[in-house]
Each structure stands twice: as structure tokens, then as C-alpha cells.
């Protein structure tokens, strides 16, 4: 093998090693591509990306931070800014402005730097790089509103710093320093023209989806082309221009309604998780430890600032008024982790200023590299800490979302209720609701399927889904929508009719069989009809599942698990029934002999069989 061939092989393998690690150990992925970067590159020497690749090694980073920034704007949904529109445009436009300019003091005054390197670095600080925080989001699982502060926040400033960091150096290094007042004209010209490319180009794009001009299998392929030509065309305009219509052509593209952006949306995601674990790894392992032996105490004093000055009087200024909690601009204020734009525009930047006779030009790049490691790892380890501190992260997701409201689907809602699990029941029809309503239970009135279920709905709580529905398509269909959310093995439907077997949708669009494959949605309901009930039993190490299984009633169904912290596990027709003593079996039958370990559902519970509604879809 040639050594380009064994160094993308090694990254490609390293990077999807750290990722696995990170969600096996719970540890944020980003800290263990640049641990891996570090021992692969610096420390034992066994790869050279720049001498490897070449002088195609910046273009290749340029054109991955593009696919990236493209994914990013794909899963901006405009709706997201119904509760968080001020804040987020008090963070992309007020932010970028009280961020340049505390910055650039902290440069100077602490950092010792000239007035133009201190500009330069303070433009290419703005970045807080959704190469970093979309996945430490991802791991820490916070609040929708506050991962909806950062993850805007993240897309939209990448591309803007980038570009303010290259027009302010070119105004340092022009031949007779134009005035400030055409630099600016200029950054807003680059910024508008490169939006518009994308945003038109997206909507090109759109239209030929929607009037069938692409075919499915070439929709994904032809999106990822499309964002690198607007990036590419951008480029010629204006140097860094490229990232702006890359994440305009995404955000278009992904708010248009496509029927298949989703499938899209995954290819890409798939994509850009490989582009960031290699481009993180690749810069790392790239890192010249030399260039860290540059910085002084002012440097080290100035990372300081960065984080614990500028960024927080930054977020409590823009913030005033934005209708955000104590809690969130605490922890926005908190997290900005930098990423691999940073790095790649200090790349070019920094010797093409020392070049032009700024000697602490040199400076520039192991300064932002500072940055970039040093808020990886704080901010990567402290995420989830200092959310859950302050209220912010999601509870574990331990709960269940029923989908179709029903007499046997309320009494299992109405059981984990009253065992302090949360759960949720929906259906489109009100009067199918009533029951649920009643005894006090969270309901959702409404399309499962629809745009305003995926925005009102924080399914941050709910850990597997229950499609129950009497249409066992409209089940299917769910379960294959709400897939990704919760992953195949957490979504649940009933065994098709035998009649129907043979026209049932694959087992890839649907859930997996629940508790029985011979049991039906009539029999369920009439056997809640006939008077049966939910009821846990306890296991024990003296009674255990054998010993539950012998004396249960005739015909009675085991349908769950419910843990000591009140998580829920369904059982599926698959798989063998594991249970561990301290946990509870909830189960579906006539009245059993009380046994020892046996506990009814607290009175009030159960409720008396009532009329069977139309349960039809």
C-alpha cells in the first residue's frame, strides 16, 4: 500500500472505532478522536496527513467542513424557532458582534497581541463549530430548547467567523489597506451572494425532487454534489463564501417538505459522521507539537479569557431580553467548543500574516489550537454534568409513547401511570381520548405521522414506542417513521392477521411483534372486556419468571418490565423473557390468587369495561 492509502485507511478505521467507544463507554466521541489523533500523529509518528495528501490536503478539509455545514442546515427546521427565535438571532447577530470585539481586547490587552493578529483571531474565535457540538448534543441529550440555541448558533456562525476572518485579513495584508467601510460592504456582499446561490440552488433542487426528475436511489448522491458545487461556485465569488451557501442550501432544502428529505437527511448524517471523525483525526494527527512550545503565560491567560470573560459577558449581553432562563444563557454561556473550521482557517491565515510581516502572525495557529483542544475537553466532559445541574438535560428515556388510543391501550397507560413511568397516549380521534382523559393520563390529540407531532412532541422522555392501533398499516407506518428516534429495537407492534400475512408490509417497515406472534387486537380487547386486568408481580431470587410463568392464569399475557427506577422494557415475541429480581412483570390476565410477590395496579386504577368505541383509523 502507498502511504495515502495506509493513512485513509487507518483514519477510516480509527474514526469509526472512536465512535463506537464513545457510545459504548458514554464519553464524548469528540475527546477520543483527538486522543486518538494525538497518539496516531504527534506522539508515535506513524502518520503525516499534510505530507501524505499533499497540497490537497486543505482542499480536502475545505470540501468536508462544506458536507458537514450542509448536514447541519438539512436538520435546521424553521419551526424549531417558534420558542427560540430571539435568542437565536440575538446569538448569530448581537453574539457575533460582542464576541468580535471583547474578543479582540482579550487578545490585545491580555493575550499581548498586535491589533490585527488580535482581530484575526478574535473573527476565527466566533466559530463555535458544529463539528463539536452537534455530536457532544447528540451525547448529552439536552432540552430541545436549549440544543436548539447551540446547534443554530453552531451552523449558522461557522460559516460567518470564516468568512469575517478571511476579509479582515485580507484588509490587513492589501497593499494600501482599504477602508474598513469597503470590508464591510464586502463581508455583506459575500454573505448575500453566497446565500442566495444556495438558497436558489436548494430550491432548484427541491422542485426537481417534487416533479419526480431525480429518482430515489440518486436523491441523496444528488443533494451531496449539489451543496459541493454551490460551495465551489461560492468560492470563486469569494474565499470561505463556499460554507455559507453550503448551509443555505441545506436549510432550504431541508424546510421545502420534501416526501423524502428524511431519507436525505440520514444519508447525509451517515456521511458527515465518517467527514467528522476523519477531519478531527486528521488534523490532530497533522499537529506540530512544536507549535504549542510557541505560547507564553499571555497565551495561556488569554485561553482563560476566551473561556471564562468573553464568552459568558458575550451570551449575557446578547441575551437580555431574549426571553431565555438563567439556566439556559448560563449554560450557552458555558459551551462553545471550537472545531475544524477554526483550525483549517488559522491553517492558512496565521503564516500568510507572519508572511506580510506580522511576526506574532506565527502565533495565530497554536493559539486556536489551544482553544480548540482545551474546549473540547472541558466543554465535552462538562455538557452533561452542568445540564443535568441545571435542569436542562432530558430525563433518561425510560418512558413509553402509546400510539392509538384504546380500551386494553388506556389500561396499560392508566398501570405505568400509577408505577410513576411516564408515558404518553395519542390517537387522531378526540372521543378515543376520553378514557385517557379522564383518569388524568398525558395525552396527545393528533397526527403521529404529522409535521406538528415532530414539533410539539418532546419524545426526549420516551424510551420505546407502542403502535397499537386497530390499523395494523397505520402501526407499520409509524413505527418505520418514528425508527430513528427511538432505533428499530425499541419500536413495538402487534403480529399481523394470519389472513393478512401475506400482504403485510417486511419486517424492515415494520416494529417488532409485541409479547405474542398468534395475538391480535380483538383479542386484546376482549379479553379487557371479559374483565381482565393489569397486574405486576415482583421478582424475587426465590420467585422468578419460571416460577411466575407455571402459575399465571390460562391465557394471561406477560407485556413488560418495569425496572427498579422505573424504566420499561416490552416484550417482544423474539425473544426470551430476562428479568432481573428487584424488577416488576406486568402482566395482562384474570384475577390471579394473591400471591406473595403479587401486587395489584393501586385501586381506581383499572376501571370498570365500558362500551368498546370505534377504534377504527
Given at each position: 500500500?502507498?502511504?495515502?492509502?495506509?493513512?485513509?485507511?487507518?483514519?477510516?478505521?480509527?474514526?469509526?472505532?472512536?465512535?463506537?467507544?464513545?457510545?459504548?463507554?458514554?464519553?464524548?466521541?469528540?475527546?477520543?478522536?483527538?486522543?486518538?489523533?494525538?497518539?496516531?500523529?504527534?506522539?508515535?509518528?506513524?502518520?503525516r496527513?499534510?505530507?501524505?495528501?499533499?497540497?490537497?490536503?486543505?482542499?480536502?478539509?475545505?470540501?468536508?467542513?462544506?458536507?458537514?455545514?450542509?448536514?447541519?442546515?438539512?436538520?435546521?427546521?424553521?419551526?424549531?424557532?417558534?420558542?427560540t427565535?430571539?435568542?437565536?438571532?440575538?446569538?448569530?447577530?448581537?453574539?457575533?458582534?460582542?464576541?468580535?470585539?471583547?474578543?479582540?481586547?482579550?487578545?490585545?490587552?491580555?493575550?499581548?497581541?498586535?491589533?490585527?493578529v488580535?482581530?484575526?483571531?478574535?473573527?476565527?474565535?466566533?466559530?463555535?463549530?458544529?463539528?463539536?457540538?452537534?455530536?457532544?448534543?447528540?451525547?448529552?441529550?439536552?432540552?430541545?430548547?436549549?440544543?436548539?440555541?447551540?446547534?443554530?448558533?453552531?451552523?449558522?456562525?461557522?460559516?460567518?467567523?470564516?468568512?469575517?476572518?478571511?476579509?479582515?485579513?485580507?484588509?490587513?495584508?492589501?497593499?494600501?489597506?482599504?477602508?474598513?467601510?469597503?470590508?464591510?460592504?464586502?463581508?455583506?456582499?459575500?454573505?448575500?451572494?453566497?446565500?442566495?446561490?444556495?438558497?436558489?440552488?436548494?430550491?432548484?433542487?427541491?422542485?426537481?425532487?417534487?416533479?419526480?426528475?431525480?429518482?430515489?436511489?440518486?436523491?441523496?448522491?444528488?443533494?451531496?454534489?449539489?451543496?459541493?458545487?454551490?460551495?465551489?461556485?461560492?468560492?470563486?465569488?469569494?474565499?470561505?463564501?463556499?460554507?455559507?451557501?453550503?448551509?443555505?442550501?441545506?436549510?432550504?432544502?431541508?424546510?421545502?417538505?420534501?416526501?423524502?428529505?428524511?431519507?436525505?437527511?440520514?444519508?447525509?448524517?451517515?456521511?458527515?459522521?465518517?467527514?467528522?471523525?476523519?477531519l478531527?483525526?486528521?488534523?490532530?494527527?497533522?499537529?506540530?507539537?512544536?507549535?504549542?512550545?510557541?505560547?507564553?503565560?499571555?497565551?495561556?491567560?488569554?485561553?482563560?479569557?476566551?473561556l471564562?470573560?468573553?464568552?459568558?459577558?458575550?451570551?449575557?449581553?446578547?441575551?437580555?431580553?431574549?426571553?431565555?432562563?438563567?439556566?439556559?444563557?448560563?449554560?450557552?454561556?458555558w459551551?462553545?467548543?471550537?472545531?475544524?473550521?477554526?483550525?483549517?482557517?488559522a491553517?492558512?491565515?496565521?503564516?500568510?500574516?507572519?508572511?506580510?510581516?506580522?511576526?506574532?502572525?506565527?502565533?495565530?495557529l497554536?493559539?486556536?489550537?489551544?482553544?480548540?483542544?482545551?474546549?473540547?475537553?472541558?466543554?465535552?466532559f462538562?455538557?452533561?454534568?452542568?445540564?443535568?445541574?441545571?435542569d436542562?438535560?432530558?430525563?433518561?428515556?425510560?418512558?413509553l409513547?402509546?400510539?392509538?388510543?384504546?380500551?386494553?391501550s388506556?389500561?396499560?397507560?392508566?398501570?405505568?401511570?400509577?408505577?410513576?413511568?411516564?408515558?404518553?397516549?395519542?390517537?387522531?380521534?378526540?372521543?378515543?381520548?376520553?378514557?385517557a382523559?379522564?383518569a388524568?393520563?398525558?395525552?396527545?390529540?393528533?397526527?403521529?405521522?404529522?409535521?406538528?407531532?415532530?414539533?410539539?412532541?418532546?419524545?426526549?422522555?420516551?424510551?420505546?414506542?407502542?403502535?397499537?392501533?386497530?390499523?395494523?398499516?397505520?402501526?407499520?407506518?409509524?413505527?418505520a417513521?418514528?425508527?430513528?428516534?427511538?432505533?428499530?429495537?425499541?419500536?413495538?407492534?402487534?403480529?399481523?392477521?394470519?389472513?393478512?400475512?401475506?400482504?403485510?408490509?417486511?419486517?424492515?417497515?415494520?416494529?417488532?411483534?409485541?409479547?405474542?406472534?398468534?395475538?391480535?387486537?380483538?383479542?386484546?380487547?376482549r379479553?379487557?372486556?371479559?374483565?381482565?386486568?393489569?397486574?405486576?408481580?415482583?421478582?424475587?431470587?426465590?420467585?422468578?419468571?419460571?416460577?411466575?410463568?407455571?402459575?399465571?392464569?390460562?391465557?394471561?399475557?406477560?407485556?413488560?418490565?418495569?425496572?427498579?427506577?422505573a424504566?420499561?422494557?416490552?416484550?417482544?415475541?423474539?425473544?426470551?423473557?430476562?428479568?432481573?429480581?428487584?424488577?416488576?412483570?406486568?402482566?395482562?390476565?384474570?384475577?390471579?390468587?394473591?400471591?406473595?410477590?403479587?401486587?395489584?395496579?393501586?385501586?381506581?386504577?383499572?376501571?370498570?369495561?365500558?362500551?368498546?368505541?370505534?377504534?377504527?383509523?
Amino acid at each position: 500500500m502507498t502511504p495515502l492509502t495506509e493513512t485513509l485507511a487507518l483514519i477510516a478505521a480509527l474514526g469509526i472505532a472512536a465512535q463506537w467507544l464513545g457510545w459504548r463507554l458514554k464519553i464524548p466521541t469528540i475527546v477520543l478522536l483527538v486522543a486518538f489523533g494525538i497518539l496516531i500523529g504527534p506522539v508515535f509518528g506513524l502518520i503525516r496527513p499534510s505530507e501524505a495528501l499533499g497540497p490537497a490536503f486543505p482542499s480536502l478539509i475545505s470540501l468536508g467542513v462544506a458536507v458537514i455545514l450542509f448536514e447541519g442546515g438539512l436538520s435546521l427546521r424553521w419551526h424549531e424557532l417558534k420558542q427560540t427565535a430571539t435568542g437565536v438571532k440575538r446569538l448569530v447577530t448581537v453574539g457575533v458582534v460582542l464576541s468580535l470585539g471583547l474578543g479582540t481586547l482579550a487578545a490585545h490587552w491580555i493575550g499581548a497581541l498586535s491589533w490585527p493578529v488580535a482581530l484575526v483571531f478574535a473573527a476565527i474565535a466566533v466559530v463555535t463549530g458544529p463539528t463539536v457540538i452537534l455530536p457532544l448534543l447528540r451525547q448529552a441529550r439536552l432540552r430541545r430548547r436549549p440544543a436548539s440555541f447551540l446547534k443554530w448558533e453552531g451552523i449558522v456562525n461557522d460559516p460567518t467567523g470564516a468568512l469575517l476572518a478571511v476579509l479582515l485579513y485580507e484588509y490587513f495584508v492589501s497593499p494600501g489597506a482599504p477602508d474598513i467601510s469597503h470590508t464591510l460592504v464586502e463581508l455583506a456582499l459575500g454573505l448575500l451572494s453566497a446565500g442566495l446561490l444556495g438558497g436558489v440552488g436548494g430550491w432548484l433542487l427541491g422542485r426537481a425532487y417534487l416533479a419526480g426528475q431525480v429518482p430515489e436511489y440518486l436523491k441523496g448522491p444528488v443533494a451531496l454534489g449539489a451543496a459541493l458545487a454551490a460551495f465551489g461556485l461560492a468560492n470563486l465569488v469569494m474565499e470561505e463564501a463556499g460554507l455559507v451557501a453550503a448551509t443555505a442550501l441545506g436549510v432550504v432544502l431541508g424546510n421545502m417538505g420534501l416526501p423524502s428529505i428524511e431519507e436525505v437527511r440520514r444519508f447525509k448524517e451517515s456521511v458527515a459522521m465518517l467527514l467528522v471523525a476523519g477531519l478531527f483525526l486528521l488534523l490532530t494527527a497533522d499537529l506540530d507539537p512544536d507549535i504549542l512550545l510557541a505560547l507564553d503565560w499571555h497565551s495561556a491567560l488569554l485561553i482563560l479569557a476566551m473561556l471564562f470573560l468573553v464568552r459568558p459577558l458575550t451570551i449575557g449581553l446578547a441575551t437580555i431580553g431574549a426571553g431565555m432562563s438563567w439556566q439556559e444563557r448560563l449554560l450557552i454561556g458555558w459551551i462553545a467548543p471550537r472545531g475544524i473550521v477554526a483550525a483549517a482557517v488559522a491553517g492558512v491565515l496565521g503564516p500568510g500574516l507572519a508572511a506580510r510581516g506580522y511576526a506574532d502572525g506565527d502565533l495565530l495557529l497554536p493559539l486556536v489550537f489551544t482553544l480548540i483542544l482545551t474546549t473540547v475537553l472541558l466543554h465535552g466532559f462538562s455538557l452533561g454534568w452542568l445540564a443535568r445541574k441545571l435542569d436542562l438535560s432530558a430525563s433518561p428515556r425510560q418512558g413509553l409513547l402509546i400510539s392509538g388510543a384504546n380500551p386494553w391501550s388506556t389500561g396499560l397507560a392508566q398501570a405505568l401511570h400509577s408505577y410513576k413511568v411516564p408515558v404518553l397516549i395519542t390517537d387522531r380521534a378526540w372521543h378515543r381520548l376520553r378514557r385517557a382523559r379522564h383518569a388524568g393520563l398525558p395525552v396527545y390529540f393528533g397526527e403521529l405521522l404529522s409535521e406538528h407531532a415532530e414539533t410539539e412532541l418532546e419524545l426526549s422522555d420516551y424510551g420505546s414506542l407502542l403502535a397499537i392501533s386497530s390499523n395494523d398499516a397505520y402501526n407499520s407506518l409509524v413505527c418505520a417513521q418514528y425508527t430513528p428516534s427511538f432505533d428499530r429495537w425499541h419500536v413495538f407492534q402487534l403480529a399481523a392477521e394470519p389472513s393478512h400475512a401475506s400482504r403485510k408490509p417486511g419486517s424492515g417497515t415494520r416494529g417488532r411483534t409485541f409479547v405474542d406472534g398468534e395475538i391480535q387486537y380483538e383479542d386484546l380487547q376482549r379479553g379487557w372486556y371479559r374483565g381482565w386486568t393489569f397486574q405486576a408481580t415482583s421478582i424475587t431470587k426465590e420467585f422468578g419468571i419460571t416460577q411466575l410463568l407455571e402459575v399465571l392464569p390460562e391465557g394471561a399475557l406477560p407485556v413488560l418490565i418495569i425496572s427498579k427506577d422505573a424504566g420499561v422494557r416490552l416484550l417482544a415475541a423474539d425473544e426470551e423473557i430476562k428479568v432481573e429480581p428487584g424488577h416488576r412483570i406486568l402482566w395482562f390476565g384474570t384475577k390471579l390468587e394473591r400471591l406473595k410477590t403479587n401486587e395489584d395496579v393501586p385501586k381506581g386504577q383499572e376501571g370498570e369495561p365500558e362500551r368498546l368505541p370505534d377504534t377504527s383509523q
